[in-house]
């Protein structure tokens, strides 16, 4: 069988509270969350991401870890980084594991997402640890919305001095955030930070920086409620597995779609079923149109010539330009511009429920 692209939420805890996940107020209870035993069923991966909830809250982290190495040629855990002692004493073991902090902007924006007194110090201090001890593959994760918009590009320059990873997310609604009324505003002012953020990328002489660009330009398309730049193949070789062991297709869901449960069934027989099977008919036809790397990166993998495409026109043909990219480029941005489609429009056509609107 051909390696797969697995996530483990390891957890449904989380010590903190963010504006856009709910999570933290449905958390797993300790006795139910997958265990190592568990854990040794998962199938050959080509990558492995370790998520939660926050992943540190549980102890056994670094037995996890070691179990999941033994299926998986790369592991990326993301982190709100709080845990500081306990991802550096994982890193000590593990100094290949990839780690993903997220940071929802600079020090104000980001403890007022956040709802953790401290915790940008505490992330930031975390990653300056790692890189001191000389950790090879640390980066930032942002989650775009309204609120901190305006610290997009200063924290990519940040990650950029630093040398580190700079990923990007943007607003999503699904049972795994615990969230239907998370949704952009003001769209033209995301868009206009996440052009600027596109066209640094470009700038840079980074091949995988000028395929982040497209992934950027991906969230563009996204909050403006398009259909998504790539087909979704989640379930076919990609996989996501929650605390209580049960495989789904992805996190974007409205609600929770189950292939099977590891705690009961071997892999083989799980991914094999009638009830996967079924979970894939669903995934053909979803129109949620989620653009979140756990989806778009094997997309960009399977249809790699279409973002190659993207780049070369971008980068390569338009070499004499500073700005190689233009948010107008799209054309809901352009009849949004000019009144052709209101936002009320766009707002019926996300995933967020209606009340949002009046908020
Ligand atoms: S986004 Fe992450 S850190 Fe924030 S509440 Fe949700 S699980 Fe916790
Ligand atoms: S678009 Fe893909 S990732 Fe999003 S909910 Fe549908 S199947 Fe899941």
């Known amino acids: ?55 540190f809250i549980r102890e056994d982290m670094k037995e996890i870890t070691r179990e999941i190495y033994k299926k998986s040629d790369r592991i990326v855990i993301s982190t709100n980084g709080f845990f500081t002692d306990r991802i550096v004493d ?7 594991v990839g780690i993903r902090i997220s940071i929802e902007g600079l020090e104000a ?14 992330g930031y ?29 200063a924290l990519y320059r940040l990650s950029d001095e630093l040398n ?29 930070h996440f052009e600027d953020l596109i066209n640094e990328l470009l700038k840079s002489n980074s091949p995988k920086k000028w395929f982040r660009a497209y992934f ?8 403006y409620s398009r259909k998504r730049l790539l087909p979704c193949n989640m379930a076919f070789d990609t996989f996501f597995v929650d605390p209580y062991s049960d495989v789904m297709p992805c996190n974007g869901t409205e609600k929770k779609e189950i292939m099977g449960n590891l705690n009961t069934q071997l892999w ?26 756990g989806s778009v990166s094997p997309a960009m993998r399977k249809y790699i010539w279409i973002p190659a495409l993207w780049v070369v026109r971008h980068k390569l043909l338009r070499f004499w330009k500073s700005k190689k990219y233009s948010m107008y480029e799209n054309r809901i941005v352009r009849d949004f511009r000019d009144g052709r489609v209101s936002k009320a429009e766009l707002d019926r056509c996300s995933t967020c429920e209606m009340q949002c609107e009046q908020e």
């Not at 890193?91 to 290949?96: G, H, L, N, T, V």
């Not at 924006?109 to 940008?120: C, P, V």
């Not at 950027?216 to 909050?223: A, D, F, Q, R």
Request: glycine share 6%; net charge positive; charged share 30%.
């Open 90 to 96: 994982l890193c000590k073991e593990f100094p290949d």
């Open 216 to 223: 950027n330009h991906g969230l563009v398309n996204y909050i």
């Open 268 to 293: 083989d027989e799980l991914w094999n079923s009638d009830q996967a099977e079924s979970v894939r008919r669903n995934v053909r036809t979803c129109e949620r149109n989620c653009w979140m790397i």
């Open 164 to 192: 580190m990873e700079f990923a990007t997310a943007s607003l999503h609604n699904s049972f795994y955030f615990v969230e239907s009324k998370n949704i952009i505003h003001d769209r033209p002012m995301v868009a206009r």
């Open 1 to 55: 069988m051909k390696k797969l692209n697995g996530t483990v939420i390891v957890t449904y805890r989380c010590n903190a509270r963010c504006n856009m996940c709910s999570r933290y107020k449905r958390p797993s209870e300790p006795k139910d969350e997958i265990s190592v035993e568990t854990i040794r069923k998962l199938p050959r991966m080509y990558f492995t991401n370790i998520t939660g909830g926050e992943p």
């Open 109 to 122: 924006a980001n403890n007022k997402i956040r709802g953790l007194e401290d915790g940008y110090k505490r």
């Open 125 to 153: 201090d975390t990653l300056k640890k790692l890189v001191e001890m000389g950790m090879r593959d640390v980066g930032f994760g942002m989650t775009v919305q309204d609120m901190n918009a305006q610290d997009l590009v």
